[in-house]
């Protein structure tokens, strides 16, 4: 079983930053793609920006220049650097993984949530 468990939510300030964390772990063989999606009250889950394994990066328009995904490979982390916040960034956010394990099928996992909160 593999689990992913977000930290680094809170509230902040309109114009400011958080750092958001997701850690994988459990039975793991490789992790191929990571990615981050959000789901504010009242509306559907929506992709935030995605990173392959080899580091290429998908964002979308709303947070482009301001939302930098990155990971560490070594510690199974992928990490969510939020920039110049808005009181729209409000939401739920999670993290998943492509996760291949030592049977070499590839699941999808996700975290559990974690809130963001802009305060305007």
């Known amino acids: 079983q593999v689990q992913l468990v977000e930290s680094g939510g809170g509230l902040v300030q309109a114009g400011g930053s958080l750092r958001l964390s997701c850690a994988a772990s459990g039975s793991i063989f490789s992790i191929g793609a990571m990615g981050w999606y959000r789901q504010a009250p009242g509306k559907q889950r929506e992709l935030v920006t995605t990173?392959?394994?080899?580091?290429?990066?998908n964002y979308a328009d709303s947070v482009k220049g301001r939302f930098t995904i990155s990971r560490d490979n070594a510690k199974n982390t992928v990490y969510l650097q939020m920039n110049s916040l808005k009181s729209e960034d409000t939401a739920v956010y999670y993290c998943?993984?492509?996760?291949?394990?030592?049977?070499?099928?590839?699941?999808?996992?996700w975290g559990q949530g974690t809130q963001v909160t802009v305060s305007s």
């Open positions: 990173i392959t394994s080899g580091g290429s990066t």
């Open positions: 998943n993984a492509d996760v291949a394990g030592w049977d070499f099928r590839s699941l999808r996992y």
